[in-house]
C-alpha cells in the first residue's frame, strides 16, 4: 500500500547521479535518460530515504495523510 | 514533504555548482535542518568560508556569508566573531582548505576555544583544482600529484582538534544524514570552539579514480566503515581495522576565549 | 582652556589617533619596529570597549580585521615588510570587497628579513601594487609623531569614506621617535562614522557597480548579503562576466581618482616661486625642509613638494606647480633605491630633470646632501 501520495522530480536540478535510486528499498524510482523517474508510485513506503540523500534538492515525497 | 527548505535557500540560485553526486548537497540539507531545529535567526548567523568546493556553500543559504580566501575562513570568523559577540559564527571548508593551507589558524582557533564553529568537509582530495592530495589522502590511493599513490601521512582531524584543545569534537558523514544533523545541532550548543569533521565523498576527483564505481558506493563505504563511538568501546583493535568512529568523541567545559578576555581585561566584571 | 600635551612615541600615537577616529578593533602579529602600535592597543582598546588580539600571523591577523570591519567595527592593523608581505592576500580581498581597515606599515630595510632596526622606505611600491591584480590603494605618509596622530584618522575617514583598505605609510624613525604630541580635543578633528543602508534589506545592492558608493551593512544589522573575493555582480554573487568583471574594476579605482581633491593632501612649502622643488615624504622630507631653507638662506629659489598622500599619487599637485613655474629640477630624496622618483620622472614628462637621491643607509637623508642635489641645478 503506497504511502505517498506523489513524488516530485525537479528535472532541472537533478544531476542523475543515481543516489536516491541506489538507496531506495522498494524500486518505486528508477533512472530514465539519465535523470530519476517515478517506476511504482504503489511500491513507495514515504521512508525518505532518497529525499533525504539527493544532494540537489531533486526529489521530494509528499506522504499521504494519515488515514 | 518532510522538510521544506526554501525558507533558508537564496532564490534562484540552485542548481548549485558541485558536481552530481557530490554529497555536499547532502550536509548543505544537514546544515539547514540543524539551523531551523535550534531555532537561530538568520540574521544572526555569519557563515564563513575559505576556498574550494566546500567553501562555495555559503552562497546558497541566506544568512550573513562570507566567502574568503583559501584557508583563512577562521582568520576573518574570529573577527566578526570578537567584534559581535552575538553572531552565531559558523566556519567551514574542506579538508585542504582547513588543515593545509589553513591549518595554522585551524589549530589557533582550537588552542584559544574561541566561540566558532568550525566543520571541516574531508574529502580526501583538493575537489576544485581538480584532484590533488591533500593532507587526508590516504597512503597508496591516487591523486593528480599523487600519480604513483600517496606516499605521505595523513591527518586526523579530530584528533588534531583534540590535541589543540578545541573543546568539542566529533565526527560523522554525509550518509548519516540524521547523525549529522545532530552532531551540528550538538555543535551550535557548544560554547567555545566546537570542530565537526565531516566524512565526504567527491565522486568526480578522488571516487572515479580509487575504486568507487558510483557516487552511491562511496556513501555505502561510509555507511560500512562509520562505528558509532559508544559501539566502538566495545570493539576489539582487531574488529577496528579499516573503520573509524562517528558520534561526539571530545567534550569537556571548559573557559571560552571571548569571556576570559573580556572577564581579564575588564570589559566584563 | 589647556591643551592636552603629551611627549609621545610615533607608533603611541598611531594607536590615539586610531582610538580618537572610533577604532574598537585591532588584530595584528608582533614585527619591529611596529610592535608598539599593538602593544598601545592591547592596552588601550579595552578601556575604551574595544578588543584586542594577537594572531598566529600576518594573514590572520588581517583576515581577522577585516571579519571584524564586516561586522561593523572600525579595525586596525600594524605591521612592517615581511608581515606586509603577508598581509597582501587579504588586502586584496579587502580591496576587491570594498572593506574599509586602516593597515599601519613601518617600514624597515627590506627585502625579506632584511634589516629589522633599520629605518627605510622602500615598501612605496609594495603598498601600491603588493596584492596582485589591479586595485585601489591609498597610502597617508605622515612625517611627525603629530601627524602620526592625525594621519592616522585621516586614514580612518578615508577607509570609511571610500570603502577600502588605507595604508599609514611611516617609517622606523617616525614610529619610534618622541615628540610632542597635542592631543585634540573630541570634535577637533573630523570623525567619519560609516554609513549605514537605508534601503529595505530586499533592495540592498552592497557592491552596486552603478553607484559610486553604497554603504556596507554590518553582518547583524538585518542586512544579509553574501560577500565573495570571487569577481561578483552588484549583489555579491560571483559572476565570470569579464563586461561586470571590467566594470567593477574600473569603479573602484577611479572612484578614487575622482575624488583626488578629498584624498590627496600635499603640503607645498615655499613653492609659490620656486625654480627648484624638492619632492619627498616621511623622514626624508624633515631633512628636504631644512634643506629648502638653506638653500633659500644662499638666494636660491627651493621648494618643497611633502606629500601626505602617494597614493593615488599627487600627480595634480605636481603637474600644477610644472605649469605654473619653471621648474629647473626636481631632487627626490628617498630611503629606497628610487620608488618615488621613477613616479615623479612619470607626471615630469620630461619638463624638467628629476633626480634620485638615494640611501639604503639606515640614517636619514641629511639636509646638507640634498642641499647638494638641489645646487646641482643651479
Ligand atoms: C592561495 C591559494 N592557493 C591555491 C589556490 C587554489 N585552490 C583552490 S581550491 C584548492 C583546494 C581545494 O581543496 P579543499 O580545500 O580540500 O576543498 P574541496 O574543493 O575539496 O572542497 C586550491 C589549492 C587558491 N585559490 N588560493
Ligand atoms: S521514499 Fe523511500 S520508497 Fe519512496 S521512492 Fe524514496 S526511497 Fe523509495
Ligand atoms: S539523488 Fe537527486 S540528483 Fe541524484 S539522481 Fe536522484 S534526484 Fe537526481
Ligand atoms: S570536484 Fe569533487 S568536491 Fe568538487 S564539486 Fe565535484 S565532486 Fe564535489
Known amino acids: 500500500m503506497a504511502k505517498a501520495e506523489r513524488i516530485e522530480i525537479i528535472e532541472k536540478w537533478c544531476k542523475g547521479c543515481e543516489i536516491c535510486v541506489e538507496f531506495c528499498p522498494t524500486g518505486a524510482i528508477e533512472m530514465r535518460d539519465f535523470k530519476v523517474a517515478v517506476k511504482d508510485l504503489e511500491k513507495c513506503t514515504a521512508c525518505m530515504q532518497c529525499e533525504l540523500r539527493c544532494p540537489d534538492f531533486a526529489i521530494v515525497i509528499y506522504k499521504k495523510d494519515k488515514e | ?269 | 582652556m589647556a591643551k592636552k600635551v603629551e611627549f609621545m612615541m610615533g607608533n603611541h600615537a598611531v594607536a590615539e589617533g586610531a582610538l580618537y577616529a572610533g577604532c574598537r578593533f585591532f588584530g595584528g602579529y608582533p614585527i619591529t619596529p611596529s610592535t608598539e602600535v599593538a602593544e598601545r592597543m592591547a592596552e588601550r582598546l579595552p578601556q575604551v570597549g574595544g578588543r584586542f588580539i594577537q594572531m598566529e600571523d600576518e594573514i590572520a591577523a588581517m583576515a581577522s580585521v577585516i571579519g571584524a570591519s564586516i561586522a561593523g567595527a572600525k579595525s586596525l592593523t600594524a605591521t612592517s615588510g615581511p608581515g606586509l608581505s603577508l598581509k597582501q592576500e587579504n588586502i586584496g580581498y579587502a580591496m576587491l570587497c570594498e572593506i574599509p581597515v586602516v593597515i599601519v606599515d613601518v617600514m624597515r630595510g627590506g627585502p625579506s628579513t632584511g634589516m629589522p632596526t633599520g629605518p627605510s622606505q622602500s615598501d612605496i611600491m609594495c603598498a601600491k601594487w603588493g596584492t596582485h591584480g589591479d586595485h585601489p590603494a591609498i597610502a597617508v605618509t605622515p612625517a611627525s609623531v603629530q601627524e602620526q596622530f592625525d594621519e592616522t584618522v585621516r586614514a580612518f575617514n578615508l577607509a570609511e569614506k571610500y570603502r577600502c583598505p588605507v595604508f599609514v605609510l611611516t617609517d622606523a624613525i617616525i614610529g619610534q621617535m618622541m615628540e610632542q604630541l597635542v592631543i585634540p580635543e573630541p570634535g577637533e578633528l573630523e570623525v567619519i562614522e560609516r554609513p549605514k543602508p537605508t534601503c529595505k534589506p530586499e533592495e540592498y545592492l552592497p557592491f552596486d557597480m552603478d553607484k559610486d558608493f553604497v554603504p556596507l551593512a554590518a553582518f547583524g544589522s538585518g542586512y544579509r548579503y553574501h560577500i565573495t573575493g570571487l569577481h561578483h555582480n552588484s549583489d555579491g554573487f560571483p559572476t565570470n562576466d569579464p563586461v561586470l568583471h571590467t566594470k567593477n574594476t574600473i569603479k573602484i579605482i577611479e572612484r578614487l581618482d575622482k575624488n583626488y581633491d578629498d584624498i590627496v593632501k600635499v603640503e607645498e612649502f615655499m613653492t609659490d616661486d620656486a625654480e627648484i622643488l624638492v619632492f619627498a615624504i616621511g623622514v626624508s622630507a624633515r631633512s628636504a625642509k631644512h634643506a629648502v631653507v638653506e638653500a633659500r638662506n644662499v638666494g636660491i629659489k627651493a621648494g618643497l613638494v611633502r606629500p601626505l598622500t602617494i597614493w593615488p599619487f599627487p600627480e595634480r599637485h605636481l603637474d600644477r606647480i610644472l605649469n605654473k613655474n619653471k621648474i629647473k629640477g626636481i631632487v627626490v630624496p628617498e630611503m629606497n633605491l628610487g620608488q618615488m622618483t621613477f613616479e615623479v620622472q612619470r607626471v615630469a614628462k620630461g619638463r624638467c630633470a628629476v633626480e634620485g637621491l638615494y640611501s639604503l643607509m639606515l640614517d636619514p637623508i641629511l639636509p646638507s646632501e640634498i642641499l647638494e642635489k638641489i645646487r646641482r641645478f643651479v
Not at chain 2, 6 to 14: C, M, N, V, W
Not at chain 2, 150 to 172: C, D, H, K, P, Q
Not at chain 2, 239 to 247: A, D, N, P, R, S
Request: include cysteine.
Open chain 2, 1 to 269: 514533504m518532510s522538510y521544506d527548505y526554501a525558507k533558508y535557500l537564496r532564490k534562484g540560485k540552485l542548481p548549485h555548482i558541485w558536481c552530481a553526486g557530490c554529497t555536499y548537497g547532502i550536509i548543505l540539507k544537514s546544515l539547514i535542518r540543524a539551523i531551523d531545529g535550534i531555532g537561530w535567526a538568520k540574521d544572526d548567523i555569519a557563515l564563513v568560508s575559505g576556498i574550494g568546493c566546500a567553501s562555495r556553500l555559503p552562497g546558497y543559504v541566506d544568512f550573513n556569508t562570507l566567502h574568503t580566501t583559501h584557508g583563512r575562513s577562521i582568520g576573518f570568523a574570529t573577527g566578526v566573531k570578537l567584534a559581535n559577540p552575538k553572531l552565531n559564527v559558523i566556519a567551514l571548508g574542506g579538508d585542504g582548505d582547513m588543515t593545509a593551507i589553513g591549518g595554522n589558524h585551524f589549530i589557533h582557533a582550537c588552542r584559544r576555544n574561541i566561540d566558532l564553529t568550525i566543520f571541516v568537509f574531508n574529502n580526501n582530495i583538493y575537489g576544485m583544482t581538480g584532484a590533488q592530495y591533500s593532507p587526508t589522502t590516504p597512503k597508496g590511493a591516487w591523486a593528480t600529484t599523487s600519480p604513483y599513490g600517496m606516499a605521505e601521512n595523513t591527518f586526523e582531524i579530530t584528533s588534531l582538534a583534540i590535541g589543540s584543545g578545541a573543546s568539542f569534537v566529533a565526527r560523522t558523514t554525509a550518509y548519516h544524514v540524521a547523525h549529522c544533523e545532530k552532531m551540528m545541532k550538538e555543535a551550535f550548543q557548544h560554547k567555545g570552539t566546537s570542530v565537526v569533521e565531516i566524512i565526504n565523498a567527491c565522486p568526480t576527483g578522488f571516487g572515479r579514480k580509487n575504486k568507487f564505481k558510483t557516487p552511491a558506493s562511496m556513501l555505502t563505504w561510509m555507511k560500512d566503515s562509520a562505528v558509532n563511538i559508544e559501539r566502538a568501546k566495545n570493539m576489539s583493535p582487531e574488529e577496528l581495522v579499516g573503520k573509524y568512529t562517528i558520534g561526539v568523541l571530545h567534550k569537556v567545559d571548559k573557559p571560552e576565549y571571548i569571556e576570559t578576555y573580556d572577564t581579564t581585561v575588564g570589559l566584563k566584571k
